[in-house]
């Protein structure tokens, strides 16, 4: 009897058995942990053990007109800003301002060499040397007419000489003026280019020793007056309703928070921006030196229509993370921290409040106490 025959089956059947017993793997146990959901408690709600020791106070009815707050702009007014112009040609031999300077009206700027006005002098005395000689001719013939040397019509022809010749005078002599030499009688090749207002200079086009074009180049200067500017600012369709021409603005720039200006809404957008859905309101305001275009200002509106709102002590509102907190007592010895839109301060101390708050309600009296109490 061949036994390796019979032992080869008995081996595959062994592992077979073996294979059997093996334990399978179980899906439960490869399954991620189950969510765990914790509960954050309110980081509004504050509960203290003696509520008693801190003063509430009540919410007071406040009438005032309903208010509009829109960002904008400071800009140039553009009828105030006027270019420095050159009419004659010629090469800049000085300047005598620069951009950013303030120039009174009539001040120097720079002076050009021109042969325009070399040319308009000789053409002014050659105007007065043939006035000078139509004039005598013109005399001596009423005095020959007079006589009877000469006829009426060589009269007239002399008289008619003269009066052309005068004409020629003033002419050249209003070309030299427009040039911008009054100077009639001292003739020079040099011009004068004069501030035609007073103002700061906005813009720069020329340096020493460059060419001037006369009326077809850019303008050697830009003079910008600013004593009054204009508010440009971005007012939604929804809210138009509360601009009005002709009513005053409050204006508070960035720059100087502490102060408030007036202006005056001379012009709302007719077209609004279809992108935006705002028109542009503009605004026009005295400046007193500290408006510059350019700065960034929040314009005030105030309607016509009476609100009711609440008015607490200034004490009551806290600043905190960029925004007005008050604290309203709640149930259970606990206080509720709620956010508030703080408006203008009032007579005695106390501050308006636009929303968050309703009159009859009561808050904490001294809100930073309170704050850094439970902070503790």
Known sequence: MNWRIIALPAFFLGLLVAGCGESKPDPQAEAPPPLKVQKVEDRNLFKVDHPDQFALTEAVAHLASSQLKVTGTVNPDI??????????????????????????????????????????????????????????????????YAKGAISLNDLQVAQDTDAKAKVDVKTTAEKLRVLGSPDLDQPTGIVDIRAPVSGVITDQQVTNAAGVAGLGSPNPFTISDFSAVWILCDVYENDLSNVRLGEKADINLKAYPDKTFTGVINNIGAVLDPNLRTAKVRIEVRNPGLMRPGMFVTATFHGQKKETRAALPATAILHLHDRDWVYLPDKDNQFRRVGVTAGDMLAGGAQEIISGVTPGQHVVLNALQFENTVEQ
Not at 91 to 107: H, M, N, P, T, Y
């Open 79 to 144: 009828s105030r800003t006027v270019p420095v112009i050159s009419i004659a040609t010629g090469r800049i031999v000085e300047i005598r301002a620069r951009l950013g300077d303030s120039v009174e009206k009539g001040q120097v700027l720079l002076r050009v060499q021109s042969a325009d006005v070399a040319g308009a002098y000789s053409d002014y005395q050659k105007a007065v040397a043939d006035e000078e000689l139509t004039r005598t001719q013109s005399e001596r013939a009423q005095l020959l």
